[in-house]
């Protein structure tokens, strides 16, 4: 039987090169299948300074206008937001097929986005993380969430989601 699984990410116009280069390790750390970006800011730093691993050799990352647009079929948009009414990540069951979409550095994720976006979550702290540490823990969480999954058991052959 194929994979059910899969994940991806949004990233709502990063600002720092630093820290998609250190999203892009992560992604090929927890088995992510692309990642997608807006807006310009990136684009005029583009240098992966952090992808030490030069995972975006592997893994896509693709330039769009428009987040929405590219949700990949049968995924669940994931908002990671710190807004009333988001689900604090510890209580969170991950869906089987998601784009995780996760706002800049330096800002939020704006009211439209969030509209469209299924589920949203937050990562329970005393203050904020940067948008790479961001991206670890939602990704962690649902590597170590492996049986508490819509699914069901993540291991046995891979851990690719």
């Keep these: 039987m194929a994979n059910r699984r899969y994940s991806c990410i949004g990233l709502f116009n990063p600002k720092s090169p630093d820290n998609v280069g250190a ?7 927890y088995g992510v299948n692309s990642v997608f970006y807006t807006g310009k800011r990136y684009a005029r730093a583009q240098e992966f300074v952090t992808d030490t691993k030069m995972v975006h050799q592997d893994i896509p ?3 769009i206008e ?3 647009s590219i949700i990949p079929l049968g995924c669940t948009p ?3 937001e710190l807004v009333e009414g988001a689900r604090p990540l510890p209580e969170y069951t991950h869906p089987d097929r998601a784009i ?3 706002g800049p550095e330096d800002g939020s ?4 986005v969030l509209a469209w976006c299924e589920e949203v979550i937050y990562i329970p ?3 904020c ?8 823990v939602v990704l962690y969480d649902r590597l170590a969430k492996g049986l508490n999954t819509k699914s069901g058991p993540l291991f046995g052959k891979s851990f690719q989601s």
């Design 23 to 29: 999203v892009m390790r992560a992604a090929g750390c």
């Design 61 to 63: 990352l693709i330039g």
């Design 66 to 68: 428009d987040l929405k």
């Design 78 to 80: 994931v908002a990671v």
């Design 100 to 102: 995780y979409i996760f």
């Design 109 to 112: 994720l704006s009211k439209e």
């Design 125 to 127: 702290t005393n203050g």
């Design 129 to 136: 993380m940067n948008l790479a540490a961001t991206v670890n």
